[in-house]
């Protein structure tokens, strides 16, 4: 049996400029971080005891004879590309899928790192990665950018720059204290609102108009907002300052991106003393996060009473098996 523990992300500069169409072109930037709500896979070879072959638990419930019966596209293409078969598959996750957190290609990720160790083989970070993008955007032909994955393997606080030639990861360097400070600084609430990414990004692609000026404009956002950060003379509240930019930028990048009851809620969080904030993911629910001062805390807090509030903690760890116990297993096919 093999349990893999990985983290969601949430995505503060350069969203969408993580899309294949555009970085290849005009190259790409985003500054992430992991956090401390995770999801789990469990994996295991299923005994032979059964009238079906393949037993999958997550939102719903899968009994399968036939492996290209599967319904779920990224857990039916995982078992195609890596030769899985006969196995027992149960998602379990801290917080609600669709909700703007890459929580599906955490999941891809997790799945992926666990199918691995099942068949006694290592997968490094970058290779989980490289893995989880092909099976989501090739495989499954979801739409999307490349960061959810990348983020969800390597864990922390990075900047990923993307050009033609593909991706590099490297961590933000900053002081404990400086972090600290900006992990209690943010403040997250749920909006009750869940949408797939993918469908998000459909509809924004949809829209008339060329997004390319606001998308270079969000890029450049990349470098002012890493230099916030690791510049101990600039004055940390800028931060903030920019989620505001760049939020008014993205919400210029397609329609679905917002609604009316979002705008709402980001407008009595600004009035009520935050400094900045924005949507995380593709856009039309899911979590909304802001910057804010210390000593306006309680008035957000308490505007915002009605949301669900999520603490959390930023984590370093990116996806792990935490749980290993190696199995024998024959294929059917070769059992005699």
Known sequence: MIITKTPFRMSFFGGGTDMKEFFEKYGGAVLS????????????????????KTHLTYSKMEYITDE????HPAIRNAMKMLDMHEIRLTYESDLPARSGLGTSSSFAVGML???????????????????????????????GGWQDQIAASFGGLNRITFTADGYEVRPVIISPDRKRRLNENLVMFFTGF?????????????????????????????????????????????????????????????SAISTDGIDALYAKGI?????????????????????????????VMETMKDLLYV????????????????ESYTPAEEKK
Not at 313 to 325: D, M
């Open 33 to 52: 971080t992991t956090f401390d709500k995770y999801c789990y896979v469990t994996v295991r070879h299923l005994p032979r005891f059964f009238n079906y």
């Open 68 to 71: 290209d019966k599967i319904e």
């Open 113 to 143: 790192n666990a199918f691995h160790a099942l068949k006694g083989k290592y997968a490094d970070k970058g290779k989980l990665a490289d893995e989880a993008i092909y099976l989501e955007r090739t495989l499954c032909n979801e739409a």
């Open 194 to 254: 869940t949408r797939f990414s993918s469908e998000v990004q459909e509809a924004n692609a949809k829209d008339r108009g060329d997004k390319t000026a606001q998308l270079k404009e969000m890029l450049a956002l990349v470098d002012e907002a890493e230099n916030v950060l690791t510049d101990k003379h600039v004055d940390l509240d800028d931060f903030g300052r920019l989620l505001d930019y760049t939020w008014k930028l993205k919400r210029q990048t397609g």
């Open 271 to 299: 009035a009520a003393g935050a400094l900045g904030g924005k949507l995380l993911g593709a856009g039309g629910g899911g979590f909304l996060i802001f910057y804010v001062q210390p000593e306006r805390r309680a008035s």
């Open 311 to 326: 603490p959390f903690e930023f984590e370093n760890g990116g996806t792990r098996v935490i749980y290993y116990s190696p």
